[in-house]
């Protein structure tokens, strides 16, 4: 097949080709006039099983012909000639060891990292393990490096990386799969030392980026009929830079740097490297233009002398090349999307490649408002699945108390009690128990308090309620124990709450793809747990999430034939007539480097290793392969979520080389970046509303609904006449309509809370008896805080603080009691009450803090705030809830109080700035708000009048609660209200 050559045998294809395609055509030429069974002797190792599927779908596309063998680097593994050679251990296994040790080391050194990051941790030594074993560095390199002058914690790391020597040595007889590699190659290359192969071996599509398969290349281009096939070779980049890509600490991250690599272990030259097919590059003097700007940054001065020779050819270079700048993601993907239909529309494939899934699933769904379904090479990973998101809400019970957002959760999910036929039924019993939970609590909800809410209800209710109470009884006390009895602990429990009450099995859990692939990992996980140690409860839980991390579920039923989601990997094997290059910022597109916890930049550069910037070097490989494609759009976003981008440095140094190189580069770089502008714009004028539907959805008016009479407030509290006055739309909406807003799922110790447990401590206390000694009665109010907190506000930190908040008033409070005890006895504590209102038909309500009787026989009615009281101004306007309580005590309305005039109004104030804020009172000041209170209702009680939203509040700022159903926002406070009559 290929004549002799005085040295190895190596060919390349251009950035932008078909690889796979270029390949094949060249082969085929190749063996054109040979018998049939020359093309079945061929033997050809891709690194990748989508390049072998890809080749071999392109020979099954032509005439009926013998074959060649296609085939893996790693399948050497399975070749029965190294049978010797141990079997390798299963990653997972070797990561549960390595787990253990870690856990060891961060208990003996805590300072070295935090608890959770234990899995991270392995799986990066793993990592460092596998690059050893590829680039055969040894244990003993490690070692003797000097690190005197590297910080402890460089030296701690490192003694650390030595106790894992025992896996690392070449006689072990448990190797990683990398290491089996690595002996297998070994192997392979003693043998064809002496019995070399003397049929056709071909090495396509690999970069010799990892040590053992650059090892296996060299041993290929010594081979008689040995060849390698360098994918994006740059065959316009010129000798001097060439030379400067030995410098791994200057040149790793450039692109064409591994193949500089390669070749110096070849003994050959950039220039011994020849095309394996003629004309395969879509755009040549894009190529150029690609390989002028990402030169080395020592050698950037070319851009001017080297450009020159660009005149004339930058129009066409970039004729096919659009520069799409979005203010925001949603932009970017928004004007991919566009992009990909368009494409789809002209019968072009179309492919968006990019590292980033946020980006990638943004914009699968601005394509669904198409029905436009891309086939995605990454799939969903297996974590954002339903059965994995099951499993892990399952995993997550164990070693807590059960909450209420928890266990809600769980009830939710599409998978619970998925294996009965009463999954309606439980839809029901989940939206009663939440009712009952976001009301009245627990937030900690135990099997106790399930079966007490369920005794009030069916005897359907209450077996529901058995089923869960016996699932989730006992998960908080779980503690250390065995990976094994976790796992089945954890699977048990998951398939009793998939199954449902009067189910049997596992439900849907384990059905579909989603399913499949998990039980997939799950089994995994159990046939290597005996390897696992001892866990606790939230360790576990980052084990096998760690373990679903590796999981990916591809669903391609129904996906659009011409359109395509790769990530870079997939890009390298692939073609499509438009690309997309998407996400190109720093950070991700090239993906920031990740950080060694155990050895530096220097060191591993000592230690022959590869440098962090390798990671780069192999994405400005990708980028310059995908950027050479017949026709590209790249795209960026300039701000994020957070703050503003900063663009790829491929990017910007394409930007840079256009705008200065010369008046025509310049014209071509404003040609690719209106063009993106055009694509922007329409997907701006796709997403703004067209004049008939801002016709036919006009911003809503302030509204004043006017409901009949009859369906007005029959009842009343005194403290909603402050929202009658400030807020009266609130008060339609819940009396009227009937709304209330939802108690919220996660119980938090906020300000309402706040209230409830000051007032029932001071109910409770002076409740328990008169107050004479202060030290006593601190004592005693103490002892009341410590006993309300444990009832009513279950937060350790809460009850501190709260009680801090206690302690700060106390003296205050209770040198004032002392004093108003001994003028005035106690004659009423959170006592109801009711006044009737017939010619108003109106119950006024409300329930009083505190009536004291003072020394004449009238009343002093007290109300208590956890925060500042209102002043008199307040009070006098808009806070008429003592008034009120005065006009029902005057009338006997108060519950077991007998009427009495009141004689002193009083806030009594417990927040930062503790104060009384109280006024003397009068009958006549009773009956002015009596008749204050008869205007505002008799106002309301006319067609007339309507609710207004916002008449008067507190500040403009405040979120009212229903601001949203009165769509504040599309209105402001300076609109004229609009009544509106509602209702028959």
């Known amino acids: 097949m290929f004549d002799p050559t005085p040295g190895p045998r190596i060919f390349g294809l251009p950035p932008g080709a078909d690889f796979p395609r270029a390949v094949v055509d060249g082969l085929l030429a190749r063996m054109a006039g040979q018998p049939p069974e020359a093309l079945a002797r061929v033997e050809i190792f891709v690194n990748t099983r989508r390049m072998q599927r890809r080749m071999k779908e392109l020979f099954d596309n032509g005439p009926a012909r013998l074959l060649p063998r296609i085939r893996l680097v790693t399948d050497l593994a399975t070749e029965a000639a190294f049978a010797d050679i141990p079997p390798a251990v299963p990653p997972l296994r070797r990561r549960l060891e390595l787990t253990q040790l870690v856990a060891a080391l961060l208990e003996r050194q805590p300072d070295l990292a935090p608890r959770a990051s234990l899995f991270d941790l392995a799986d990066s030594l793993a990592g460092l393990m596998d690059e050893m074993q590829g680039e055969g560095v040894s244990p003993d390199t490690l070692a003797n490096l000097n690190v005197e ?87 316009d980049l010129p000798s001097p830079v060439w030379d400067m890509l030995d410098d791994a600490m200057a040149s790793e991250d450039h692109p064409q740097f591994r193949f500089s690599k390669l070749l110096a272990g070849v003994d050959s030259h950039h220039s011994d490297v020849r095309e394996w097919q003629p004309d395969t590059a879509p755009n040549a003097p894009r190529n150029r233009l690609l390989s002028l700007a990402l030169r080395p940054a020592p050698v950037t001065d070319q851009w001017m002398n080297e450009g020159q020779e660009l005149d004339g050819a930058l129009t066409d270079a970039t004729a096919d090349v659009t520069l799409i700048e979005a203010n925001s993601s949603r932009a970017e993907a928004g004007a991919i999307a566009l992009v990909l239909r368009d494409a789809a529309e002209r019968g072009k494939t179309a492919a968006l490649i990019t590292p980033d899934r946020v980006l990638s699933r943004q914009v699968t769904a601005a394509l669904d408002r198409w029905g436009i379904e891309p086939d995605d090479s990454a799939g969903r990973p297996l974590p954002l699945t339903a059965p994995g998101r099951f499993l892990r809400h399952v995993a997550g019970l164990a070693g807590e108390k059960l909450t209420s957002e928890a266990l809600l959760t769980l009830l939710k999910h599409p998978l619970t009690n998925s294996g009965s036929e ?101 089994e995994a996980l159990r046939q290597e747990a005996a390897h696992g140690g001892n866990l606790g409860p939230r360790d576990y839980q980052s084990l096998f999430q760690a373990v679903l991390q590796r999981g990916e579920v591809r669903e391609a039923v129904g996906t659009h034939p011409g359109i395509m989601i790769w990530g870079t990997l997939e890009a390298r094997v692939q073609g499509a007539d438009v690309v997309v290059l998407g996400g190109l910022n720093e950070g991700v597109w090239p993906e920031a480097p990740r950080p060694d916890p155990w050895l530096n930049r220097a060191m591993r550069h000592e230690a022959g290793l590869l440098l962090p910037e390798r990671r780069i070097g ?191 008033f106390a003296d205050w409070f209770l ?97 930062s700035n503790p104060k009384v804020e109280s006024r003397p009172w009068s009958a006549g000041e009773t009956a002015e708000i009596y008749e204050g209170f008869v205007r505002l209702i008799s106002a309301y009680r006319s067609r007339e009048r309507g609710y207004v939203s916002r008449r008067a509040v507190d500040k403009q700022r405040s979120e009212l609660p229903y601001d949203h159903l009165a769509r504040f926002g599309e209105w402001d406070e300076s609109d004229p209200p609009r009544t509106r009559e509602v209702g028959e």
């Not at 192969?197 to 690999?206: D, M, Y």
């Not at 002093?860 to 008199?872: E, F, M, Q, R, V």
Request: proline share 7%.
């Open 618 to 808: 192999l994405a400005a490989h990708d980028f310059q392969q995908a950027a050479a494609a017949p026709e590209v759009v790249i795209t960026r976003a300039i701000r994020d979520a957070e703050a503003q981008t900063v663009p790829s440095r491929w990017l910007n140094r394409l930007a840079n080389l256009m705008a200065g190189l010369s008046d025509e580069s310049a014209r071509a770089l404003a040609t690719m970046r209106a063009r993106g502008a055009a694509w922007l714009s329409l997907a701006e004028a796709l997403d703004a509303p067209t004049p008939q539907m801002i016709a036919a959805n006009p911003p809503a008016r302030r509204p004043a609904p006017s409901p009949p009479v009859d369906a007005r407030p029959k009842e009343l509290s005194i403290t909603e006449i402050q929202t009658l006055i400030r807020d009266p739309y609130a008060v339609y909406a819940r009396r009227v309509l009937g709304l209330n807003r939802l108690d919220p799922l996660r119980q938090q110790p906020d300000a309402p809370l706040r209230g409830t447990v000051l007032h029932e401590l001071l109910d409770r206390f002076i409740k328990a008896g008169p107050v004479d000694d202060i030290d006593a009665a601190r004592q005693r109010l103490f002892a009341l805080t410590d006993e309300v907190l444990e009832e009513h506000a279950p937060w350790p930190a809460a009850q501190r603080m709260w009680r801090a908040r206690v302690a700060r």
């Open 815 to 911: 040198t004032g009691e002392i004093e108003r005890q001994s003028s005035r006895e106690v004659a009423a504590l959170e006592h109801k009450g009711g006044l009737e209102l017939p010619h108003l038909d109106l119950l006024l309500k409300g329930k009083i803090d505190r009536v004291d009787r003072l020394p004449d026989g009238r009343l002093a009615i007290y109300d208590y705030k956890t925060g500042n009281p209102p002043n008199k101004n307040v009070q006098n306007h808009f806070d008429k809830q003592l008034g009120l309580a005065a006009v029902m005590a005057e009338r006997g309305a108060i519950d077991n109080l007998d009427a009495a005039e009141v004689g002193e109004l009083s806030y009594i104030g417990l927040g």
């Open 149 to 235: 002058d590297q910080s402890g914690h460089w030296q701690r790391s490192l003694s650390f990386v030595t106790l894992v020597e025992q896996f690392l040595r070449d006689d072990h007889d448990a190797p990683d799969a990398e290491a089996r590699q690595r002996r297998v190659v070994d192997a392979l290359v003693k043998r064809w030392a002496t019995q070399p192969r003397e049929h056709p071996v071909i090495v396509a599509g690999s970069t010799g980026s990892r040590g053992a398969t650059a090892t296996f290349m060299r041993a290929v281009a010594a081979l008689p009929q040995g060849a390698l096939i360098l994918p994006g070779f740059d065959f």
């Open 422 to 522: 009463q999954r309606g039924p439980h839809l029901l019993h989940t939206r009663e128990l939440e009712l009952k939970l976001r009301r009245w609590g627990p937030p900690f909800p135990t099997p106790a308090d399930l079966l007490d809410w369920a005794a009030k209800g069916d005897e359907t209710r209450v077996a529901w309620a058995n089923w869960l109470a016996g699932c989730v009884a006992g998960l908080e006390h779980v503690g250390t124990r065995s990976l094994t009895d976790h796992l089945d602990a954890h699977i048990t429990l998951a398939e009793r709450l998939a199954a449902g009450p009067s189910g049997e099995g596992s439900g849907e859990l384990w059905l579909k793809e989603a399913g499949r692939q998990a039980l997939h990992w799950v």
